[in-house]
């Protein structure tokens, strides 16, 4: 019998895992990523080859320990791997991958099961003045400093809500940057109703409320409560408007503004490969549907793993990309895990679940801000299409999908497919239309899910 | 001009050159397009719908809001591309 052809999509903490326990059953993986080195987002590496010296304790604080002990186990198996870095899969037809490297060079892989594990990134909710140079998503202003070294203001405010909100601020005091405040959307009186739920994952609780007090501590401003009203500035940030508890419009000066209200899974790869999706009303996402097992419903030889099928964070992550690799290698009767082992994951993933979905009445995502938006607000970036342009298509095609709005509104018809747009369009449309937000389903991924230059289409010209 | 970036930490990397819009800009290996764009300025393009300079968002390749042009015709994400030593970059609106 010759061994099943393994493609993993994503090296980050659930992509890797999940490489590491199929090469561990004898498989050599293809492991495909956009990222010059493996790490994902969270543990992302600085540039291989250029000099920077910044030890782990710097690059990811409480987290260095993991982040050290996974990109170790990935270093250590890379001659067993397939590894192909700065490599975007685009498309996913009759069970082969697309592939465009960053060196120009295309690829169809072939595969017989296939792990995604593609992450997430931020969401966003657009405001007035939120194309300025300078406003930036929360893991922007993370990656800059992880990744770079640099801050993205020399005085950076922090809006939106959810952990990572404090996470930045507090890497950016740690680097000696300067944090003008927090703001959060997030009411203050959330957080005492939600700590037993919270305590499913103390130590995670303990790392949260450290974060907090310690930006306290450090006398910077921080506001619960807040509605973000504008960003300023003569041709880039110059501050950033907001309305307090209090019904007071006040404005704070800064020169970069980071913003999100959590994450969002990166779910167009799950579209291309056929998954079926529901929507979860906590989170207020669109998720591919999958078994308990991280098997995608309808789809045989597919599994997901990590942020991409449902956001959990990055030790849950490594537990799914495990747990997707255990249920390929069983259904290809090569391996089972040890019945200690799956009881431990399910267990491990049960609680964080109940920890996720604490930190979601924590932080509850703020619907009534995309819905309260002046018309004129630009809602999607890249084509500079206006909140009122998506109204006046709800209003004109009565209430309807996403995907026919797009079409008639050009609303996440840009360079990035939605991906930002997309979650703050759902909420205006459902609400200009006075319907259910279910009911105006989502924006479909397409090919190729990001823009691919044509010259990896054409030979040389020479 | 203001730069919109600070560099924090990393200066000890090696340095190279970088032409912004025709005019020499110190860089480090290492750096990605939009970091030497952002250290010099608070600019990495020019919107085409007429809203005047962008400078990136996402920072991870998601949003697409910082491709820019090369001089030798290359269209490169920003945020993700590592400068290489003499690379031209054009801020303005080039032909697609």
């Keep these: 019998m010759t061994a099943p052809r393994v493609v993993v999509v994503g090296a980050g903490p659930a992509g890797i895992r999940a490489a590491l326990t199929l090469l561990r059953a004898g498989l050599r993986p293809v492991i495909i990523d956009e990222a010059s080195r493996a790490g994902g987002q969270i543990y992302r590496r600085p540039p291989p080859a250029a000099g920077f010296v910044r030890p782990p304790g710097t690059l990811y604080g409480f987290e260095a320990g993991k982040a050290m002990r996974l990109h170790a186990a990935f270093d250590a198996a890379l001659p067993r791997l397939d590894y192909r870095p700065r490599t975007l899969v685009w498309d996913i037809v009759d069970g082969a991958v697309h592939t465009a490297g960053e060196d120009g060079g295309t690829d169809l892989v072939a595969y017989d099961a296939l792990i995604l594990a593609p992450g997430a990134m931020d969401r966003v909710i657009p405001l007035p003045g939120w194309t ?42 740690r680097a000696e940057a300067g944090v003008v ?28 409320l450290h974060l907090v007090l310690s930006l306290r501590l450090r006398g910077i401003r921080v506001e619960n409560g807040v509605h973000p009203l504008r960003v300023v500035g003569d041709g880039a940030v110059g501050g950033l408007q907001y309305r307090g508890t209090d019904g ?9 503004v980071a913003i999100g209200y959590g994450l969002k899974p990166e779910t167009q790869l799950m579209d291309l490969a ?14 591919p549907e999958a078994d308990p097992d991280g098997r995608a419903t309808g789809v045989p030889g597919l599994y997901l793993a990590g942020d991409g099928a449902g956001i959990a964070g990055a030790d849950a992550a490594e537990l799914s990309g495990e747990r997707a690799a255990w249920s390929l290698l069983r259904d290809h009767g090569l391996a089972d895990s040890p019945s200690r082992r799956r009881q431990h994951i ?26 309260s938006l002046p018309d004129d607000t630009i809602l999607c970036r890249c084509e500079m299409v206006p909140v009122g342009t998506l109204r006046a298509a709800v209003r004109a095609l009565g209430g309807d999908d996403l995907n026919h709005l797009k079409a008639s509104s050009r609303v996440g018809m840009g360079r990035c497919q939605g991906r930002v747009c997309g979650p703050a369009a759902a909420e205006i449309a459902a609400a200009s239309g006075k319907r259910p937000i279910e009911a105006v389903s989502r924006l479909r991924g397409q090919p190729p899910v ?9 030979g040389p010209t020479e | 001009m ?9 200066t000890t ?57 090369l001089t030798d015709g290359r269209r490169l994400r920003g945020c993700t591309t590592i400068a290489q030593d003499g690379m031209s970059i054009v801020t303005g609106i080039t032909a697609p």
């Design chain 1, 346 to 371: 399910a267990r491990r993933l049960a609680r964080l679940g109940r920890f996720r979905q604490a930190l979601e009445q924590t932080f509850p995502f703020p619907a009534h801000l995309a819905e």
């Design chain 2, 13 to 69: 990397r090696a340095r190279i050159t970088v032409f912004v819009d025709g005019i020499p800009a110190d860089a480090l290996v290492g750096d990605t397009l939009l970091t030497v764009l952002l250290t010099h300025g608070r600019r990495v393009r020019t919107s085409e719908f007429g809203d005047g300079p962008r400078a990136g968002f996402c920072l991870i390749g998601a949003c697409q809001d910082c491709w820019v042009s």
């Design chain 1, 450 to 458: 990001k823009p691919l230059p044509t010259r990896y289409f054409v």
């Design chain 1, 248 to 256: 007071q419009e006040r404005e704070i000066a800064c020169d970069a």
């Design chain 1, 132 to 173: 300025l140079p300078g406003v930036f998503t929360l893991g922007g202003a993370q990656v800059a400093l992880k990744y770079q070294g640099c801050a993205v203001g020399e005085r950076t405010l922090f809006v939106g809500t959810g952990p990572l909100l404090y996470l930045a601020a507090h890497q950016y005091l």
């Design chain 1, 274 to 287: 056929g998954c079926r999706f529901r929507y979860d009303s906590v989170v207020r996402h669109w998720l």
């Design chain 2, 2 to 10: 203001k730069q919109q970036f600070r560099r924090l930490a990393e």
């Design chain 1, 181 to 208: 405040g927090v703001l959060d959307t997030a009411p203050a009186a959330a957080l005492a109703r939600v700590i037993p739920g919270l305590l499913a994952d103390p130590l995670t609780l303990a790392k949260g």
